[in-house]
């Protein structure tokens, strides 16, 4: 069975600080995909990013950067310099190989204050 | 490039009775997925469809859920006699399942409220 852990429910940080979303998968498949999602206020499920077992090359895209551990079985997500509009619930998101269902995480709320 | 729209995007209805929502992907994804969010959760699966086929329900689709994705283009979800546990944001997704590799575009929700 898959599952993905996001032990952090909320983060309240200033503008500007940076933070660092937390989560951590179970699979017994060799080949899955890694995923985070961003759901503002609105709702809608925005997707930031996918990432496939085989590729542990962080990546930065902008404020947005993703460490990803194979030996921890973590995903982990830094924005750099918060910004308001960054208020939102991350999910963090597993499929247990190449084209099936997503298995989410609970989510971690960002708050940003000005 | 329009992305996945749902509507209603609101819906209050009465135990007992019947509810349906509609999805329209992005045009030319193949695959489609439905998935219920309840307050404070992160969204889980319930069915999805390979154009028309519908290729995997989850457990939590009870008898009184149905989808249906006809001519592999919009697809419905129906709620025959709602109960206040099905009170819920139900989001759709799709994705172009491509050389084996997908990523899912969810649309806005509909969130439907049983009193």
């Known amino acids: 069975a898959q599952k993905v852990t996001q032990a952090q429910t909320e983060i309240s940080v200033v503008e500007k600080e940076d933070v660092t979303l937390d ?15 961003k759901q503002p206020p609105s709702g809608e499920l925005v997707f930031l990013i996918r990432r496939n ?14 460490n990803f551990q194979k030996s921890t079985s973590s995903f982990n997500f830094t924005i750099t310099a918060s910004q308001v509009v960054d208020s939102a619930v991350y999910f963090c998101a597993l499929t247990r190989n190449a ?3 997503l298995t989410f995480g609970g989510g971690t709320r960002l708050m940003v204050k000005p | 490039d329009t992305g996945v729209s749902q509507n209603p995007r609101h819906k209050i209805t009465k135990r007992g009775q019947n509810v349906t929502f509609r999805c329209d992907p992005i045009s030319e994804h193949n695959r489609l997925y439905w998935y219920r ?4 959760q992160g969204p889980e699966f319930l069915t999805y469809f390979q154009n ?5 329900k989850s457990r939590l689709l009870s008898d009184r859920f149905s989808a249906e994705r006809p001519k592999g283009s919009f697809s419905t979800l129906e709620i025959q006699r709602t109960e206040q546990g099905d009170s819920a944001m139900y989001l759709c997704a799709s994705s172009l399942l491509k050389q084996g590799t997908e990523t899912q575009y969810f649309g806005p929700g509909t969130r439907l409220l049983v009193l």
């Open chain 1, 53 to 66: 077992s085989f590729d542990e090359q962080n990546e930065i895209s902008g404020r947005y950067s993703w």
């Open chain 1, 99 to 101: 084209g099936n269902m």
């Open chain 1, 23 to 37: 989560c951590v998968y179970e699979t017994r498949d060799t080949t899955y995909y890694l995923f985070w999602y």
């Open chain 2, 37 to 40: 969010q309840t307050l404070g």
């Open chain 2, 52 to 56: 028309e086929a519908q290729l995997e």
